[in-house]
């Protein structure tokens, strides 16, 4: 048996997968993929031809799912399995506990998806975190609103979902029926049946920022952390990233003292994490979550630009066992802008966009001309993205806002009913499958 690395990543679609995989593929190493068998066909040739082998598996069924890729991967001899999707991650803890290879605890990598069990976890590990309520049907959440029980505003979010969906700040109880149901009607990837708890949570003004942090072997390297652009209003879509961001020396010891005890909740071993948090005008430092992953929405490619640590290598090498190389090499600053449509309607154009180039590494539009698109209430609905390099904060933040100022996103208004409900709908499954 040859003795290159054999990786098996658990779904290879997505910009943070693509990313992974180039790093394997750079170093030679041969790479399997586990998908599900109705998306085969959705991966372009150049991605497919990146693969040795392929495992088809039902994700949404997880007894027959842990079973497969643990066969699959013994048969293979893999070296590792790893992943960048966050659905996957208890999959990925149980399929390398059960192989012996790197990872985190199987016991505990539920509660780094499911928002109750993170809630409880972080509870009894002492992490700083919102107030929690489970909620289970309208009337109790009824019963919570006219008892003064909670405090308005307050957030309601559902236990299994990602990247914001579902999650509405709520300030009146007129408008608590309305969100409750918002985040129980949500579907999980690839059919993943979902916890249909929601949870009422203490609202916590403040700046967002979030921790990226590299775990192995139990001890924790925590890259940067992460400044937020957030909107307001109901739904709250995060509108840029900007990194590394500085904070007061006390404050920053405070923050990685919360994260590191919120890793050590949710049983994060080997691997990357992402935390997200707010700091309070009180200077407290609130741990809103964790997932046991690399930070989405082009934080990775911004702590490689800023930075100069390739996470995708530093992920390889830890899901390796081998020795981790996480010193920064560049002191820059990296930002990403999200796009998004001011009305519902058919996309005309999208114009002023800047072409890729010096200090601008990267320009996408996840939309065409003529799709039907509206108001994101939730990450996966921004339309694109462009990234900002420079040598410090300051270059970097007005360059974004001047590029930012000249583009325009002009739609027509037309065709919003349930045509254009098809076509959004058309026009995310497309978005899926080109990831």
């Not at 775990?215 to 400044?227: F, I, K, P, S, Y």
């Not at 935390?275 to 997932?291: H, M």
Request: glycine fraction near 10%.
């Amino acid at each position: 048996m040859s003795n290159t690395p054999r990786i098996l990543l658990l779904e290879p679609g997505g910009p943070e997968s693509g990313a992974l995989i180039e790093a394997a593929a750079t170093r030679g190493y041969e790479i399997h993929a586990a998908i599900t068998p109705d998306q085969h066909a959705a991966y372009g040739p150049d991605l497919r031809r990146r693969w040795s082998g392929t495992l088809q598996t039902d994700f949404s069924q997880a007894e027959r799912a842990l079973c497969d890729v643990v066969d699959y991967a013994r048969r293979l001899g893999a070296n590792a399995v790893l992943t960048t999707n966050e659905y996957l991650t208890p999959l990925l803890a149980q399929a390398s506990a059960a192989l012996g290879l790197p990872g985190n605890d199987p016991a505990r990598a539920g509660a780094a998806r499911n928002k109750i069990a993170m809630s409880q976890a972080f509870a009894r590990h002492g992490v700083s975190a919102p107030h929690t309520l489970v909620i289970e049907d309208e009337e109790q959440l009824r019963r919570r609103c006219t008892t003064d029980q909670v405090s308005f505003p307050f957030v309601i979010k559902p236990s299994e979902a990602a990247g914001s969906a579902g999650v509405t700040v709520v300030c009146e109880a007129a408008a608590a029926t309305g969100a409750w149901r918002a985040a129980r009607t949500l579907s999980g990837m690839y059919g993943m049946p979902l916890d249909p708890r929601a949870l009422v949570q203490e609202y916590v003004e403040g700046a967002e920022y979030s921790v990226e942090s590299l775990t192995q072997d139990g001890t924790t390297t925590h890259l940067c952390v992460t400044r937020k652009n957030v909107t307001a209003g109901a739904h709250r879509v995060e509108m840029g990233h900007s990194l590394p961001a500085t904070l007061p020396p006390a404050v920053m010891q405070a923050v990685h003292q919360q994260v590191e005890r919120a890793i050590d909740a949710v049983g994060i071993r080997n691997g990357a994490s992402h935390t997200e948090v707010i700091l309070g005008s009180d200077g407290r430092c609130a741990v809103i979550e964790i997932g046991a992953r690399v930070g989405a929405g082009q934080i990775g490619f911004l702590i490689h630009h800023a930075l100069g640590v390739d996470p995708w290598s530093a992920l390889l090498d830890v899901a390796l066992g081998r020795p981790v190389e996480l010193t920064a090499t560049r002191r820059r600053h990296a930002a990403v802008r999200f796009l998004t449509s001011p009305t519902v309607g058919r996309l005309r154009s999208v114009a002023g966009l800047p072409e890729p180039g010096t200090g601008i590494p990267d320009v996408r539009l996840r939309v065409a001309v003529g799709d039907v698109v509206g108001p994101a209430q939730a990450n996966r609905g921004r339309l694109g993205y462009f990234l900002v390099t420079g040598a410090d904060r300051k270059s970097v933040d007005d360059r974004v806002e001047q590029i930012v100022r000249g583009i325009t996103i002009t739609i027509d208004p037309e065709d919003t009913g349930g045509e254009a409900a098809h076509h959004q709908r058309s026009r995310r499954l497309a978005g899926r499958k080109a990831r």
